[in-house]
């Protein structure tokens, strides 16, 4: 079965350090990638998407991801954090050619950032 | 509307009741999708609706639990004979597309249900 895991559960950081947070996926076929963030007391939101090309993706708000075939992974980096970065972060996967419903989630990784 | 609405936001139930909630999806949105999220967990696939098709319930963790969208807009998840480990938050989402590997999913707040 397809699962997604991410390394971390609680991530503290100082504002301005540098953020990486894990991902990795089995599945050995064609993927669509994703990362959802979660605000404090709001909803489900896309920071960035993988569908094909240029493996290194660029998202909201100075995010992005870099999708490495050979390691199922899918890391989410920052080069900087801000206090509002304060968030819990889902790492999600969607297998081609499987269910077009089935969006297979992380446990998700909360971040805070202390200003 | 702006956005993806769910009702009730919070919702208490007594072991062994019935409870149902409501997904208002953007409009025009032609995928819906209803997720279970545990506490401290992952949101976790129920079911997917393509219009007023449901096309994937594999997700449903049993039979007490039902999904539907009649006219292809509004959706409902009803829990029946509720159970102490139905407790969670259900999420509710729409695409635009058709399904969600071809883009992108708009999340409502949740429907966070206790079972006492």
């Known amino acids: 079965a397809q699962s997604v895991s991410q390394h971390n559960h609680h991530v503290i950081l100082s504002e301005a350090a540098s953020l990486e947070l894990g991902c990795n996926y089995s599945?050995?076929?064609?993927?669509?990638l994703f990362w959802y963030v979660q605000y404090p007391g709001q909803h489900l939101q896309l920071l960035l998407k993988?569908?094909?090309?240029?493996?290194l993706v660029k998202g909201i708000k100075g995010f992005e991801a870099e999708f490495i075939k050979s390691k199922f992974s899918f890391n989410l980096r920052k080069p900087s954090v801000q206090w509002s970065d304060t968030a819990e972060y889902f790492c999600?996967?969607?297998?081609?050619?499987?269910?077009?419903?089935?969006?297979?989630f992380g446990k998700g990784t909360k971040l805070s950032v202390k200003p | 509307g702006a956005g993806v609405s769910q009702s009730p936001r919070y919702k208490v139930a007594k072991r062994g009741q019935d409870v149902a909630l409501r997904c208002d999806p953007i409009?025009?949105?032609?995928?819906l999708f209803w997720y279970q999220q545990a506490l401290g967990q992952g949101p976790e696939f129920l079911t997917y609706?393509?219009?007023?098709?449901?096309?994937?319930k594999s997700g449903l963790p049993s039979d007490r639990f039902f999904a539907e969208r009649p006219e292809g807009s509004v959706s409902t998840l009803k829990i029946q004979r509720t159970q102490q480990e139905d407790s969670a938050v259900y999420l509710c989402?729409?695409?635009?597309?058709?399904?969600?590997?071809?883009?992108?999913?708009?999340f409502g707040e949740g429907s966070r249900l206790t079972v006492l």
């Open positions: 609706f393509q219009n007023e098709a449901q096309l994937d």
């Open positions: 993988y569908f094909s090309g240029d493996p």
């Open positions: 409009s025009g949105h032609v995928s």
């Open positions: 599945y050995g076929g064609t993927v669509n």
């Open positions: 989402a729409s695409s635009l597309d058709r399904g969600a590997n071809t883009g992108e999913l708009f």
């Open positions: 999600a996967v969607n297998a081609y050619g499987g269910s077009q419903g089935n969006l297979i």
